[in-house]
DNA sequence: CATTTGATGTTCT
DNA sequence: GAACATCAAATGC
């Protein structure tokens, strides 16, 4: 087996945007209770900055209890409650204080597909069941008791398995559901696998 | 099919 | 009270 778990060299690099783009292809992989490893390939990814982005909760320094976790320094979950149901997940970047974060939109499952599709009441695996930010925590079986948690050592990782994407096989585009972030709304910081039936809609 | 609506925690006004 | 990094179920063609 190729796989290695990603580290602080990775994610405590300054550039959101990059890490955001080379997340594509890597395995996000979790492993709740006594639940067996659930895994898959991340195929869309967003970036958040958070300066100078009005699109971040924590854009120009905004600290409030939720997202304290984004300043953190690189390599910690940052997870958070959408629309009062929803777990995204996010993953820190950057060093202490610089609240840099990419969002996980959507999932390809790879390992534990039973227990995935038990948590999310399915019964056939296919894109509904892990393509969206909500969808894809509820399958990994990742909620907000999980804000905070060190990606490098914890329940939740992600792996590098030398899958092989070429840079012509991401395409970069405004990113969703951001409308009122005004002109930066438009910025090219969403990163989905060209031709993937699991990047969401 | 497309469109609307209900659920509902945290934060801001 | 309103808005929000969403989803699923109900309603209207």
Request: charged share 25%; net charge neutral.
């Amino acid at each position: 087996m190729d796989a290695k778990k990603l580290d602080y060299n990775f994610y405590q690099r300054p550039d959101v945007v990059q890490i955001a783009e080379e997340l594509v292809g890597k395995v996000l992989c979790s492993q709740i209770g006594d639940a067996p490893v659930t895994s898959g390939i991340i195929v869309e990814t967003e970036a958040y900055c958070g300066r100078n982005d009005k699109a971040c909760h924590a854009n120009n320094g905004l600290r409030t209890d939720r997202t304290e976790t984004m300043y953190q320094a690189g390599g910690v979950a940052y997870i958070y409650l959408c629309y009062g149901i929803h777990h995204l997940f996010n993953v820190v970047t950057n060093e202490k204080d610089k609240a840099d974060a990419v969002l996980i939109r959507a999932i390809q499952p790879l390992d534990g597909i039973d227990t995935i599709l038990s948590r999310r009441k399915a019964e056939k695996i296919r894109p509904p069941v892990s393509a969206g930010p909500g969808r894809l925590t509820q399958a990994l079986g990742i909620t907000t008791d999980l804000s905070g948690a060190n990606l490098t050592d914890s329940i939740i990782w992600i792996e590098d398995r030398n899958i092989s994407i070429k840079d012509t096989d991401i395409k970069s585009t405004p990113r969703i559901g951001v409308d009122y972030a005004g002109e930066h709304a438009n910025r090219p910081w969403r990163f989905s696998l060209k031709n993937s039936d699991w990047v969401s809609q």
